[in-house]
């Protein structure tokens, strides 16, 4: 571990940098950008990158939004290469968090704390270009755009920021409101959820409905089709297992004297297993099918992979658990009860190298749970310098081969 002069050291720069850590994140807050839009979000981040005297920073994408910096070492040590991420964009959401630097884009919102990692990942970036001489490996910056609409973390693989040199280890911290300012939630698997995009297409035939013996009845089909599915996890998985089929679109119909017309439902498959993900692809598409079969509907399927499940190292995990017991402001270490069943495109760089991502607490004590994706969510400004620390900790032991 960090010796006890390094460390005090780390902590009182963090303490001197924190507030202009949290005034980055109120001017990204007000000025919330969606995926492949974060222009001036990606000028900020890279200002402030070409101030910290980074070997090298660039830009990735189509959309040219995200930001790779890369930070060589000038001390002794191990040789290895280290990237963190954070991701940049915010959600097609009207914040009504009340927070004093609400956002000030109508119908766009940090509503998933993005704002708070952006501003945990460049606190991290500030700390390592100045305690370079620690450690002689590379440290790896990954801002990543379009993580909400996926397409960034694909973005960057296939620009190669995973090569030249090759990452050992990736790491990455995502806002919670389950747990408390000062508290780190950490597991040793699953972290996030593989997600399939799931649409049925339901067509039957059309008729009066007051004689519906003429018609095939597409909407009758599609609630059917819905109630089956989304039972699916509770008979026939087991109990220790987890997956789920989810819709939260429903469109057809014509009116309400006739039947028949086409309906679509749109939703996904969530799971975490692979085994389990193989038998609710089939399972969905024979129960569907034959549930049209059975009503003379004609039923369509479209499956759509759209992202992996997190799997972390217990390595790294345990190596963000030991950080944690180097930073005073870290009150509590969480051993998660369960995985989140959102998906998460960090996963795509967990499966180039291994690493972990873990939770960073920004409930207020005492204040309300919102959840991420809520109108009201929000993340406690505190919990900023708490998870650059813990990043910063986990990067220089593994740099310094002081574990």
């Known amino acids: 571990m960090l010796c006890s002069y390094r460390r005090d050291r780390l902590?009182?720069?963090l303490k001197e940098i924190a507030p202009q850590l949290i005034e980055w994140r109120h001017q990204i807050h007000r000025n919330p950008e969606l995926s492949f839009r974060e222009v001036k979000t990606s000028a900020l981040v890279e200002e402030q990158l070409r101030k910290m005297d980074m070997d090298s920073i660039r830009r990735v994408g189509r959309?040219?939004?995200?930001i790779l910096a890369v930070l060589r070492g000038t001390g002794t040590g191990p040789d290895v290469c280290i990237a963190v991420r954070a991701d940049m964009d915010a959600l097609p959401i009207q914040e009504q968090s009340g927070v004093p630097f609400v956002s000030?884009?109508?119908g766009v919102f940090h509503g998933c704390g993005h704002d708070t990692h952006t501003a945990a990942l460049l606190g991290t970036a500030w700390l390592l270009s100045e305690f370079r001489s620690y450690f002689a490996g590379t440290v790896k910056f990954f801002f990543q755009h379009a993580e909400e609409e996926l397409g960034g973390a694909v973005e960057f693989i296939?620009?190669?920021v995973m090569e030249d040199p090759a990452v050992d280890a990736v790491l990455a911290l995502h806002a919670l409101p389950d747990i408390y300012v000062g508290e780190i939630g950490v597991r040793d698997d699953f972290m996030t959820a593989g997600v399939d995009i799931l649409k049925i297409t339901v067509e039957g035939k059309r008729a009066h409905g007051g004689y519906p013996h003429y018609g095939v009845d597409t909407i009758l089909t599609a609630s059917t089709i819905v109630t089956a599915l989304m039972s699916l996890g509770s008979r026939e998985l087991a109990p220790t297992d987890?997956?789920?089929?989810?819709f939260g679109s429903i469109h057809g119909g014509i009116s309400n004297s006739y039947i028949g017309a086409p309906v679509v439902l749109e939703g996904c498959i969530r799971y975490l297993r692979d085994e389990t993900h193989d038998r609710f692809r089939r399972r969905v598409r024979e129960i569907a099918e034959s549930i049209g079969a059975g009503l003379r509907a004609k039923v369509t399927v479209e499956i759509t992979p759209e992202s992996i499940p997190s799997v972390v190292a217990r390595s790294w995990v345990d190596r963000v658990r030991r950080a944690?017991?180097?930073v005073k402001s870290v009150t509590n270490v969480v051993d998660l009860p369960s995985p989140a069943m959102g998906g998460e495109d960090f996963a795509l760089f967990l499966k180039k190298a291994p690493g972990t991502l873990f939770r960073l607490g920004c409930r207020s004590p005492g204040g309300l749970h919102c959840p991420t994706h809520s109108v009201n969510f929000y993340a406690d400004d505190r919990s900023i310098p708490i998870g650059t620390e813990v990043m910063t900790t986990t990067v220089l032991?593994?740099?310094?081969g002081s574990e």
């Open 104 to 106: 000030q884009n109508d």
């Open 158 to 160: 296939e620009a190669g």
């Open 63 to 66: 959309s040219q939004t995200g």
């Open 324 to 326: 944690c017991a180097q």
């Open 11 to 13: 902590a009182q720069r």
């Open 397 to 400: 032991n593994a740099l310094t």
């Open 242 to 246: 987890c997956a789920l089929v989810t």
